[in-house]
């Protein structure tokens, strides 16, 4: 990756205002690691005017495969109608269950205790993650993004509807 971060993640904040698919990241702007990939969505939230409204993020399916991304917060809707990019006329969703903090957990260097956690949320509500698959998937197996471009690229999430 020999791309400065700021062009990799401003083309990444562009790809989200569009219905159409990309092809995979150039060679030299792919991430080959979880800390690239990481590094990218970190520029990503500098480059945007909007803030962090929330993380999407689950157990790891591995070692190599982290699932974490931000959610903006101009993409958090409690209430109206969402806005969202549809894929192939569909709109696609993920039933979430979001824990809304009433205190922070900021960085440490040990680990939370179960009481920290449950201490800090505030709410729990069912959501639906809208989802965008920004990448052109319907390509030969060697032109599709690789896990650590599409973790860069915040993991297809478009937004959450509480």
Known sequence: ????????????LDRRNHTKKFPRLLANERP??????????????VETTAKIG?????????DEKVIVAPI?????????EATFHPDNNNARVEPEIAFILS????AKSSDYTEEEIDQA??????????IQSRFDTN????????????LADGLSNQGLYI
């Open 1 to 12: 990756m020999s791309t400065p971060l700021s062009t990799i993640a401003k083309q990444l």
């Open 32 to 45: 080959d690691s979880i800390d690239q990939a990481l590094a990218i969505q970190g520029q990503m939230s």
């Open 54 to 62: 929330g993380w999407k993020c689950l157990l790891p399916l591995d």
């Open 72 to 80: 903006y917060s101009n993409t958090i809707w409690q209430e109206g």
């Open 103 to 106: 205190k922070a957990l900021p």
């Open 121 to 130: 949320i505030g709410t729990t509500h069912m959501a639906l993650e809208l």
């Open 139 to 150: 390509v030969p197996e060697d032109e599709a993004p690789n896990f650590y471009e599409l």
